[in-house]
């Protein structure tokens, strides 16, 4: 009986790596791409911060930055503004040359209401500040009558403010010597001065609210003094009760911020040009102002020049009536005129008591102004 040969159960071995590198790295792919599938490669982080010199560079350029943002804010048109806001509320301390009139006065008054209701208006209170903001006139004025309303919601004048209060003529002599060869400076200032019975040479005068418009710093020509004040310094004022002190030292602020530019071709006449320019002022507006006819004449007469009482001025009120004297007839101020000896008459009728004639039978009327 024959014998088959034994099968042999071992499996066939693998074949020797070949020496082509072709085949072999046909066979290594798929296990290299197994094992990158079973461990996935993480991506390695670029650290992209500076360098700590780098970052201190930008540190000191950042704060050079800052500080000059600051300093830009805090300065305009050279005057510093945390200075200015100092000043408006009176947080300075004064050396004794800052405590000088100086050149410019800024003014602010304050009022109450008297009449009927208290719907006319009455001086009160007036303030004068130099241009460091240092007070140099605050007085309250003594009422001729009774007040109505105190107004001290926006006046902060109250009754008991009156004990101390000065005379009308007292306070008006005090600012018009004040005023006299200086720069005033105000916001709607005309009031002021029409309420003080007082006129300045516009040449002399820097009204914030005029300039305001005039050099387009404020969108309105009436522009009030709180909206100004806010814009340009960021200070609210008048938010309660009103203070002329603080008022006046807010106009002064502003002015200072536009001196420079508001001050061009505004520069005020010198001493003897200013009192040759109202010496001719005054004799035009007498001229205009107190041109009368001859009687029964019907036609322009020569034009008289009366002298108004108290020294008033055109146009301004001094509280007092005054009788416009007729031409050609006892034409001389009372007190003044010349009487004849002997019951004569001189000088067209001088020396004979005119105003008793005023509108008798058969005479024309004279006039009478308040």
Not at 298 to 316: E, I, N
Not at 323 to 329: L, N, P
Request: glycine share 10%.
């Amino acid at each position: 009986m024959s014998k088959k040969p034994a099968e042999s159960s071992a499996k066939p071995s693998r074949l020797p790596p070949s020496s082509n590198w072709l085949a072999l790295q046909k066979s290594l792919k798929p296990a290299r791409k197994k094992e990158h599938q079973d461990f996935p490669r993480k991506r390695r982080k670029i650290d992209h911060s500076p360098s700590p010199s780098a970052r201190a560079t930008s540190a000191i350029m950042q704060a050079s930055d800052t500080a000059e943002e600051a300093t830009t804010e805090a300065r305009k048109n050279g005057e510093s503004l945390p200075a200015l806001r100092k000043m408006i509320f009176g947080n300075v301390e004064y050396v004794d040359a800052q405590q000088q009139p100086g050149k410019y006065l800024a003014l602010d008054c304050e009022m109450v209401g008297v009449g009927p209701e208290g719907a006319e208006s009455s001086l009160a209170r007036v303030s004068l500040v130099n241009y460091h903001g240092a007070v140099q006139l605050d007085e309250f004025v003594r009422q001729r009558e009774r007040v109505v309303d105190y107004r001290t919601e926006f006046s902060g004048v109250r009754e008991t403010d009156m004990v101390n209060a000065k005379p009308f003529d007292q306070v008006q002599q005090q600012v018009a010597a004040l005023l006299d060869g200086r720069i005033l400076v105000g916001h709607a200032v005309y009031n002021d001065l029409k309420a003080l019975l007082l006129a300045h040479p516009w040449p002399q005068t820097r009204d914030t609210q005029h300039y305001a418009g005039r050099f387009k710093v404020a969108k309105s020509k009436h522009v009030a003094l709180r909206h100004l004040v806010k814009q340009e310094l960021d200070v609210t004022i008048q938010g309660g009760e009103h203070s002329s002190v603080t008022d006046a030292r807010a106009t002064m602020a502003v002015f200072r911020l536009h001196r420079k530019e508001w001050e061009k071709g505004s520069a005020p006449l010198p001493a003897s040009q200013k009192r040759a320019r109202e010496h001719t002022e005054e004799e035009q507006e007498e001229q205009e102002e107190e041109e009368d006819v001859h009687a029964g004449a019907g036609k322009k007469g020569a034009k008289t020049r009366a002298r108004l009482p108290g020294g008033g001025r055109k146009g301004v009120s001094s509280g007092l009536s005054t009788i416009v004297r007729r031409s050609g007839r006892g034409a001389s101020a009372p007190g003044n005129e010349e009487k004849s000896k002997g019951g004569g008459k001189s000088g067209g009728g001088g020396g004979t008591q005119w105003w008793k004639e005023l509108g008798g039978a058969g005479r024309s009327k004279g006039s009478m102004r308040l």
